[in-house]
């Protein structure tokens, strides 16, 4: 599974869209980008997951650079429950196992 | 409601003790998975099991062992020869092609 980047940390204003960076330069043809979050003490909560094409759910946009080696999470008006930890994740479509980094901390402020 | 059940949420071992830990799925999903996640880092993989009565190890499986002989369990059991067993411990199951879904996680500490 090809490696991702993320910024340790980043702060948003309460209903402000927060715009979260992946970088995942060595992707391969056939792999997912997946992003999942985690609240303190909870189980980590996937949010989505895309190819190529922007995608879209009740949660969240996923945009994918045209040369898939970044994408960005999007949630479009944050609320205080939007702080967690957020994990950008590459890998084939039903791979065994998904290879967590440190991901973004995502702090929103009132 | 659909889900996966983690028991206990917080456990104590003394030294030497063998644990296991419960999950229980009630989503009719094949695959099972266990993750172990320490303060401040992402999640390793221990075990995870694609169908009943098979399993495979993951990237830490020293000191662990699974079962898997009903479809909607998967137990863990940490050995005593887990040298270092305080952590998080997470499970997760899934079915082709949706993503992982995940338990609230068991807190396990050393007395």
């Known amino acids: 599974d090809a490696k991702t980047t993320q910024p340790p940390s980043m702060v948003c204003a309460e209903g402000r869209a927060a715009n979260l960076p992946c970088n995942h330069s060595t992707i391969s043809g056939n792999e997912y980008v997946y992003w999942y979050r985690q609240i303190h003490s909870q189980g980590p909560q996937y949010i989505i997951h895309?190819?190529?094409n922007n995608e879209t759910n009740e949660m969240a946009s996923l945009i994918i650079t045209e040369d898939r080696k970044s994408s960005t999470l999007i949630l479009p008006h944050a609320t205080l429950r939007d702080t967690a930890v957020y994990y950008c994740?590459?890998?084939?479509?039903?791979?065994?196992?998904?290879?967590f980094g440190a991901g973004t901390i995502l702090r929103v402020k009132s | 409601d659909g889900g996966i059940t983690q028991s206990p949420k917080y456990l104590f071992r003394k030294e030497g003790q063998n644990v296991t830990l419960s999950c229980e799925q009630n989503?009719?999903?094949?695959?099972m998975y266990w993750y172990r996640q320490d303060p401040g880092q992402g999640l390793r993989l221990i075990y995870y099991s694609q169908i009943v009565n098979d399993f495979q190890k993951g990237d830490i499986a020293e000191g662990y062992s699974v079962s898997r002989e009903k479809k909607e369990s998967f137990p863990l059991t940490v050995t005593s020869a887990q040298k270092n067993p305080t952590a998080f411990y997470l499970c997760?199951?899934?079915?082709?092609?949706?993503?992982?879904?995940f338990g609230d996680g068991t807190r396990l500490s050393i007395l």
């Open positions: 994740i590459v890998r084939v479509s039903y791979g065994n196992k998904l290879v």
């Open positions: 895309g190819l190529k």
């Open positions: 997760a199951s899934s079915i082709r092609p949706q993503p992982q879904h």
């Open positions: 989503l009719n999903h094949d695959a």
